[in-house]
């Protein structure tokens, strides 16, 4: 069956370090996107995605970044992780036209300390 | 950019009762108006979505209602039962870029 997939489902890392959350998708959708869910903010988009070679800032962006080099993957990269960004990361994906339903991954669970 | 906004944060209520969601939007632009569930632990997952051409869908026992001119839109749940317990997300697509923005979920507690 077709699915979407997310790695490591939890990590635990240090302030300062370099820290990326694959992404893989078999459904061959073209729209990829990363968010973030924290409690009181609920779902806020990190970076998208609509096709190879195409990424897009979110609401949340900073020290966030991504690359799309085909179209079943799309790795979150912090940079330098700070205690700001533990958090839910949920990796979604849609097609680009029909009925829009977004499908979400089961999340990677970041701890930074 | 669109903004959601969704009240209220959290809402208990008794099993049988009704639950209503209410979320509104600022990009007149907006046209698909999904809602979410997710319970504990879990990812969340459409239940219900409703466009901008319609003004009320239902599903069983759930229901969506929008009011493109006030710019809101509404999750109803009539009969509500200790499974509808979760956290239920609506969200705002703008015509054309397939971005979803999320309001800030409401947990519903069905008390049994």
């Known amino acids: 069956d077709a699915e979407i997939t997310q790695s490591p489902r939890h990590k635990i890392t240090e302030t300062g370090r370099q820290v990326t959350l694959a992404c893989h998708q078999t459904w061959n959708h073209n729209n990829m996107f990363w968010y973030r869910q924290d409690l009181g903010h609920g779902l806020r988009l990190i970076h998208y995605s609509y096709g190879v070679q195409d990424t897009n800032k979110g609401e949340v962006s900073d020290g966030y970044s991504v690359s799309r080099s085909n179209t079943e993957d799309l790795p979150l990269t912090l940079e330098s992780a700070a205690s700001s960004q533990t958090s839910v990361y949920f990796c979604?994906?849609?097609?680009?036209?029909?009925?829009?339903?977004?499908?979400f991954g089961e999340g990677s669970r970041l701890t930074v300390l | 950019g669109e903004n959601v906004e969704q009240h209220p944060s959290t809402l208990s209520v008794q099993e049988g009762d009704s639950a209503v969601i209410k979320c509104t939007y600022s990009?007149?632009?907006?046209?698909?108006f999904p809602w979410y569930k997710q319970e504990l632990g879990k990812r969340p997952q459409l239940i219900i979505d409703?466009?901008?051409?319609?003004g009320e869908k239902k599903d069983q026992r759930i229901a969506v209602t929008l009011n493109k001119t006030a710019k809101h839109f509404s999750l109803h749940i009539t009969e509500t039962q200790p499974e509808d317990s979760a956290v239920y997300f609506c969200?705002?697509?703008?015509?054309?870029?397939?971005?979803?923005?999320f309001g800030t979920g409401t947990r519903l507690k069905v008390l049994a």
């Open positions: 969200a705002g697509v703008t015509s054309g870029t397939y971005k979803y923005i």
């Open positions: 409703i466009r901008s051409n319609v």
């Open positions: 990009d007149s632009a907006s046209n698909y």
């Open positions: 979604a994906s849609s097609q680009h036209s029909g009925t829009g339903e977004l499908f």
